[in-house]
């Protein structure tokens, strides 16, 4: 959980290291261990890896007070990529130690052998576990030994809103003590408009995230048993906690609790649910009462925190809780392993604790830092201590398996559709317990045992749980929470008889709001759901959609001037949630493009064309263009947005930057309707019914998120894919392998390319000349990189529009010619003078920063090949690489890239409205700044003539002419070394024989998605 900023105690710290320094030295000498390395050999740096976002300054701080009395120089990472040393690049060197945010990825890490047991460190180190809550410990233990140590502790309460209260005529000083008048209070503080849409809920058990397994526990169980040999998924606890939070769904509706949450803004802002009165009672931890949360979003709401609720048949279980929080590891390869020790033993020590977490507003991770005042500074914070310290609190439990995927989908069905839990349970808990069985048994033996087990358990379960009232909710005659009776609709098949597609995906999507993200992946999953006037189909041409027809001047959709375009809808076309698609939504989606309210990724070509866009009625669109624009028909409205949803979004925040459906579209248009997305993890989409064409063939569709390459091919070696994303001609000796895998190649735009950052404000001034931009061209060996890497399947691009008719054939590619490269930078007077093997000029080295996508193994491979080939003639490298959902971010949201902090990047890029030519990236005036934040020129250039070219090809009706003008676009583009294009990179996807009706497109990867089919899973 991200935390509140840092205002550290010095002296507290001071002294912290000072006793520490000593206990160690002690414990050392008088344990005479071989194995952790005596505090006297420190290193000159550490470093610690922190999963979350960190005030740095203050993290920094609070570690330099540690550095200085060791000295040595901790560096602190932030927001560390955990895969740089899970895909192995920072295994030979990794961090002294990684802060987790929760114990939840340990046990992972433990069976991939990525972290040390710390028993010796613990005893060599002086670290006092009695002085620690046994409940935090439990979650770092496994198999007798200690991987983790906990490090800040989370618990949970029920805060409510006291001037709701007042509202609604209850006491504002008295909260609900048990389920039972949680949701009359519930009932009460609930409130609908005449059209039956949520304005207040009293309480939503699903925000502001899922509380399952705290509801579980809550119920009287957990979903693994206590020595976590056996998955009780079906248990009564799970079953019943489910069942109780499906009432408040029955209350208010599904679909109406949806739009109302889609209503609400970001977590982390005024408009977070509870503090927008929007709700008035909501779980959650102790962080929201620290002054970074409350005092900044909400400082004078008037609330109060309390335990949550207990059943009332229960009361044993008053003040249950769940411990979590974030846990310290140290990773295997550390060098210094002493040095690490006395590290954690420091970050771990009361007086540590005390200066530090308490500021942060964590609850203490050690017994005796629990009497200081400042944990005692008010009421409500007490209330969390007193909830730590109950006997009914209990720790995480260490774990192998991830439950989340398999009980997501489950929990969405129950909740939404008010589906029978059981059987669903029951299935994903015996796919579970193999799982699990597998990683704790050595033995196939072992392996059968505890499967068998856990089906005799279930078997043995099945006549309590079937039949039985849920805990808390009404049985016949009662008058406490009334009863959860589920729609009259058809259970939800069985997993097994689902017809699901996995796709694999190397990147996250940043955004799922098409108007916030230029990320493939995005788009990608976008398609599947939300549509606009047409596709693009494999061979390039259109496929309706929305649009009824395309228009033409034959059939007057499109005026003799070209300046005018009707487009007449189809008037069959309902969103997912029943209501009519119409021309209005396409109006909104414009509006909201244009909102200077609304940090969207681009205008264009919106705003570059377009005079206005008008609804002359309910189904007929139109487009007025201030010039005729040749790329009208693929940059316009390739998606559209629900305005039923979105509207009252923008109209209550003024922008829909923070809406909810900007990452949970639950309402769509497409040939599937989303259903989850868990971060880091998967994307779930399932059939829509009220999809015009008719309900698609496959069930579901899951997408799967990896952190690279290696994962992919990991999963599609195993069968567990049926479609995989972005392959590369170097996958196809493993692919070849595979009988039931087969690389399929789509037509595509794409070419692997180098941007130059041309900005002199924030670019290297040695690429201001172009000179040296020539020799950087001449300095790589791409074909070498193409022979090596791929096989030789790909070819060198000359242009930006290879192979087609807009390709000038007299081009030819710069040639590898490394002595005339060095020629080019002596003439640009960047010489080596100080003999360190880089070049330089007034000072200056010429050192380069390269950055790409993090987790793609082959640019990277590509990287480190370059960085070679340009050490041959002087110029030095650095290497920076960021996560997608960082690399792709806009001006606004400071992107590296759209902020100039490169000088060469590395991505696949293509014609921007492709299969038009149309690319208006080296446009003037679409250099962003604080003034063009959505501007997509994100290299800094600006050359008159080139930029006089593209206006003029994008208006130009005549084919020839239009392709003479890009002949003399692609020249300037060569000699000035705008754009470098190191390989062809076509379309490449791993297809499972099994999927039927694949019609991969370059354009709109998964158009036909509504006709794919799957054969039987009983022959696969």
Known sequence: MNRTAFSGTALRILLA?????????????????????????????????????TPPAARQAMFDQFGDAHNTLVEVVSRADLTRFTDGPAREEPPDMIVFEDSWPIGTWVRNGWLIPLDDVIAASGIDLTDIPPEALDQCRYLGKYYCLPWGVDVYALYWNKDLFRTAGLDPHKPPETLEELFEYSK???????????????????????????????????????????????????????????????????????????????????????LAGKVAMMLDGQWVIGPEFMGVYSPGLDYGVAPFPYPADHPQRKDINVLTGEVVAIPAGVKNVGAAGTLLAWMLSPETVAGYLCEVYSLPTSIKAAADPCFQRDD???????????????????????????????????????????????????????RLAEVVCTTEECVRELTQLSATRAAQDSSQVAGAPAVGTQEAGATATPTVTPEPEEP???????????????????????????????????????????????????????????????????????????IELREDVRWSDGTPVTARDFVFTYEMIMAESNTVQTTYPYKSYAESVTALDDYTLQIVLREPFVGWSTGFF???????????????????????????????????????????????LEANPNYWRGRPTIDRILIRMVPDSKAQMALIQAGETDLGT???????????????????????????SWFFN???????????????????AMAVDRQQMINTLFYGMYKIPATFWPGTRYEDPSMEPWPYDPEQAKALL??????????????????????????????????????????QMLAEVGIGVEILNYSPDIFWNSYGDNGPIARGAYDIAQWSDGAYDYPDPNWPYLLCSEIPGDDNPDGLNWFGICDPELDQLLQEQAVTIDAEQRIQLFYQIERIMHEQVYWFGLRTDPDLWAVNSNLRNLRLSGVDAFWNAYEWDTRPLSKR
């Open 758 to 776: 041309l900005d002199p404000e924030t670019g290297h001034p040695a690429l201001q000349d172009v000179h040296v931009r020539q020799a950087l």
């Open 638 to 684: 390739p998606v559209v947005l629900p305005r039923h949803i979105l509207e009252p979004v923008f109209q209550a925040e003024g922008t829909i930057d923070h809406a909810d459906w900007n990452r949970n579209p639950t309402v769509g248009n497409g040939a599937f309707v989303f259903n989850q997305w868990e971060a880091g993890s998967q994307i779930v």
């Open 492 to 566: 939800a098949a069985p997993e097994e008889a689902l017809k699901t597609v996995t796709v694999t995906f190397l990147q996250e999507p940043d955004s799922l709001n098409p108007l916030y993200t230029q990320m493939w992946f995005a788009s990608a999953a976008i398609d599947l759901f939300d549509v606009g006037l047409w596709t693009i189909n494999e061979q390039l041409q259109t496929n309706l959609e929305m649009a009824a027809e395309m228009p033409t001047r034959e059939n007057g959709g499109i005026s003799e001037d070209g300046k005018v375009i009707t």
């Open 188 to 274: 009460k503080l609930t409130k609908f408009d005449e059209a039956g849409n949520l304005l207040q809920a009293g309480f939503i058990p699903t925000y502001p995230w899922g509380f399952l397994e705290f509801y579980a526990h809550v119920f009287g169980g957990y979903w693994l048993n206590d020595d976590v040999t056996q998955v009780t998924l079906s248990s009564r606890a799970v079953v019943d906690a489910l069942q109780w939070e499906r009432q408040y769904y029955a209350m208010y509706g599904p679909e109406a609790l949806d739009a109302f949450v889609a209503s609400f803004g970001d977590y982390f802002s005024p408009e977070n649910g509870f």
């Open 380 to 434: 409500n914070f007490r209330v969390f201590m007193q909830l730590m310290n109950s006997p009914n609190v209990t720790g995480l439990t260490f774990s192998t398996i991830d439950v989340s995927e398999e009980l997501g989908p489950i929990e969405k069905a129950v909740l939404h559709q008010g589906v029978d839990p059981v059987p669903l349970l029951r299935e994903a808990e015996a796919k579970l317990q193999r």
């Open 17 to 53: 290291v000072l006793l520490v320094t000593a206990l160690l030295a002690a414990v050392l000498v008088a344990c005479g261990r071989t194995s952790i390395q005596p505090l006297s050999n420190f290193p000159e740096t550490m470093s610690v890896w922190f999963q979350w976002e």
């Open 726 to 752: 972005f392959m590369t001609a170097a996958d196809k000796p493993a692919i070849d392998q595979l009988e039931e895998m087969t690389l399929v190649m789509a037509p595509s735009p794409w070419m692997e």
């Open 826 to 867: 002596d003439q640009a007077g960047w010489v080596d003078s100080n003999g360190d093997g880089v070049r330089d000029r007034d000072g200056v080295e010429l050192v380069l920063r390269y950055l790409t996508t993090d987790g793609n193994e082959v640019r990277q491979a590509t990287q480190e090949t370059v960085k």
